[in-house]
């Protein structure tokens, strides 16, 4: 015959209920590391910056970083008029399901000189032209490239590129514009977006341009820093930028 030790009795008289409210506390540790919300999540691996398809760099390390929009200058004349570098549009299109292509984010804008013709080398900034989206109240970066290289394109909706003329050089005339597209590839885009909502505002429906994205857009070239300094003044020896800054929104730091 068996005996059953009072261990066991005492087991035998506790309610299901209570039993099994035991057994679960026998086995927390168990539990609680098959539980999504209470395991500790190991620390999400940095990302880090990619080569881009057709080149520049990708660069996914500065996600979600809030440290613009304006960037630090490269040296005197970035916030001069002349010459400048304006935002005439940016988004993204979607041929649909019908046509062929991906969709494609297009940022375009326009270069104006002031009393004096600026000449720029074909292609463009090569290589020397950065992106940067940022989301609005401190999400930081949405999207972030450099490298990239500008089209001239024609006026109009979906210009389409302009041929470059037998000189090899672009000329920016005084009153005249040239107007460029660059292309961000989708690679430059932050793991948190796509294509269908990086440059949708928070709310999205809103009237309020403080929520929506920030456009910072910065192109470079010898040119310009040597237009720069053929127009200074007496005693204004630089050393002068060769970069134009667009922001498309920014705080106004001018004393009223």
């Keep these: 015959m068996t005996r059953i030790s009072p261990r066991s009795w005492l087991l035998l008289s506790l309610p299901v209920g209570t039993l099994l409210a035991l057994v679960v506390l026998l086995m927390l540790p168990s539990v609680t590391s098959l539980w999504p919300h209470n395991e500790r999540l190991a620390p999400a691996e940095p990302l880090v910056d990619r080569a881009l398809p057709g080149g520049g760099t990708a660069q996914l390390s500065k ?18 008029r002349d010459p400048q570098l304006a935002f005439a549009s940016w988004g993204v299109h979607d041929p649909g399901p019908k046509a062929a292509g991906e969709p494609t ?16 080398d074909a292609p463009v900034a090569k290589g020397r032209v950065t992106v940067d989206l ?30 470059v003329p037998p000189s090899g050089r672009f000329r920016v005339a005084p009153g005249k514009e040239l107007r460029l597209d660059v292309n961000v590839p989708a690679e430059a885009i932050c793991p948190s977006r ?12 809103t009237n309020d341009a403080a929520d929506c994205p920030v456009m910072t857009l910065t192109l470079s070239d010898p040119a310009i820093r040597a237009y720069r300094a053929a127009g ?7 050393p002068f930028s060769d970069r134009l800054v667009a922001v498309s929104l920014e705080p106004d730091l001018r004393v009223t």
């Design 232 to 238: 200074a003044e007496e005693g204004d020896t630089g």
């Design 63 to 80: 996600c979600g970083s809030d440290d613009g929009p304006r960037p630090a200058p490269h040296g005197a004349g970035e916030r001069d």
């Design 194 to 205: 796509t294509m269908d909502d990086v440059i949708s505002c928070t709310p999205e429906h």
């Design 134 to 163: 940022y989301g609005p109240h401190g999400e930081g970066r949405r999207a972030s490239a450099r490298g990239l290289t500008a089209t001239v394109v024609g006026s109009g909706y979906r210009a389409k590129p302009v041929e």
């Design 105 to 120: 984010f297009t940022v375009q804008v326009v270069i104006n000189t002031g009393d004096r013709p600026l000449e720029l």
